[in-house]
């Protein structure tokens, strides 16, 4: 009877230590097809995403240049002589822009984001602030005031396009 059980326990010894090195085995080459899986399903993503993020990267660009102070106001004249009209066109058509154009945040970090809606919103800022003495009595005048105002400092859209561009380049280098 100890012999039988002497020689079942030495044939389940090697069983059994097969059986967990299978196992160990199995398991390992099960999470590595999970990996490999993953990453290749990742880099088709890529794929399709990448150009459509560039996209959005170039949309915000875009508005980025067209809500600087120097490039609104060439692009957009008064209608009326009153400066109060004047200086709501210009902050209604950034704000137009700006809207036509927040779908494109899913593709942008947070951080770059509140960047952009920073330099919006500073940019109407500047554009309420630029008569607050009332030393302009019309929309040409107010036109000027903004214009050499807007020339001794960077805009804050330039700022924003500038952290714009150097999340592309950290996206384009990955």
Not at 13 to 28: S, V
Not at 132 to 145: G, H, K
Request: aromatic share 10%.
């Amino acid at each position: 009877m100890e012999n039988e059980f002497y020689s079942l326990v030495m044939y389940c010894i090697p069983a059994l230590l097969t059986g967990t090195i299978a196992y160990l085995f199995f398991k390992e080459n099960l999470a590595n097809e999970n990996k490999r899986r993953h990453y290749i399903l990742h880099k088709s993503l890529q794929k399709e995403v990448l150009p459509l993020k560039l996209q959005a990267y170039e949309r915000l660009a875009l508005v980025l240049e067209r809500m600087a102070p120097n490039s609104l106001l060439i692009r957009i004249k008064p209608i009326s002589q009153r400066k109060e009209d004047y200086e709501q066109l210009l902050i209604q058509n950034i704000e137009q822009e700006f809207e036509h154009n927040l779908a494109q945040q899913i593709y942008l970090s947070e951080e770059c984001w509140n960047i952009i809606l920073t330099a919006k919103n500073t940019t109407i800022q500047f554009i309420r602030n630029c008569d607050i003495s009332n030393s302009t009595t019309n929309a040409d005048q107010f036109r000027e005031l903004v214009l050499t105002k807007s020339m001794d400092m960077q805009a804050p859209s330039y700022a924003a396009l500038a952290y714009l561009k150097n999340e592309v380049s950290k996206l384009l280098t990955y």
